[in-house]
């Protein structure tokens, strides 16, 4: 029954996605909220880490608000408009892959940094970082590549979206204006 909801739910979401008089904002709503509620019930359920889940879903509505007033934004051309929908996500598989090169939930002696390089994995959440610690207290960076990715990622994004933060506090009826239905709406 779940999985028969499910997807229900998919094929109306690609419907208004599709449908050319859904209003620009609730197409990003569908397209964003998905991902984001699944890591807040993650992190309240499974985690039981309340406070984190509440600031993930602030953050989350403080870029939904910098996402739809990039949209709004009368003078940027379409294509750096587009460019967050590819630079976030490349980011934030980045962040995935530089917080588990060390691959710590792996058995002992599994790990990288046991079996290749002899020591042991650490890994930072934010600034992004994993390397190896040796008993001499030396270090070896691993996914050196995936952080700059990150980095580069993480910098145009945060551009784009302070952008569109800054077009949505001067102007909050671009928020309101992405919000309404119509194919004659200009963004």
């Not at 600034?127 to 691993?142: I, K």
């Amino acid at each position: 029954m779940i999985a028969l909801l499910t997807l229900i739910a998919c094929a109306l979401v690609v419907y208004l996605l599709l449908h050319p008089r859904t209003a620009s904002g609730i197409k990003v709503l569908l397209l964003t909220a998905p991902p984001v509620a699944g890591v807040v019930w993650l992190l309240e359920e499974v985690y039981e880490r309340s406070f984190t889940a509440v600031a993930v879903a602030a953050v989350f509505v403080v870029a939904l608000i910098a996402l739809i007033g990039l949209l709004g934004h009368p003078r940027l051309p379409i294509w750096t408009k587009m460019l967050v929908f590819g630079t976030v996500p490349v980011a934030a598989v980045a962040w995935l892959l530089v917080v588990t090169a060390d691959d710590t939930l792996k058995d002992p002696g599994e790990d990288p940094c046991s079996m290749y390089y002899g020591g042991v994995g650490v890994s930072t959440a934010f600034p992004p970082q994993a390397y190896c610690r040796y008993e001499d207290g030396s270090t070896h960076d691993l996914a050196t590549g995936t952080q700059f990715v990150f980095w580069v990622c993480f910098a145009v994004s945060l551009a784009l979206l302070s952008m569109g933060l800054w077009q949505a506090v001067r102007d909050p009826r671009t928020l309101v204006r992405q919000f309404r239905s119509g194919v004659t709406q200009s963004t």
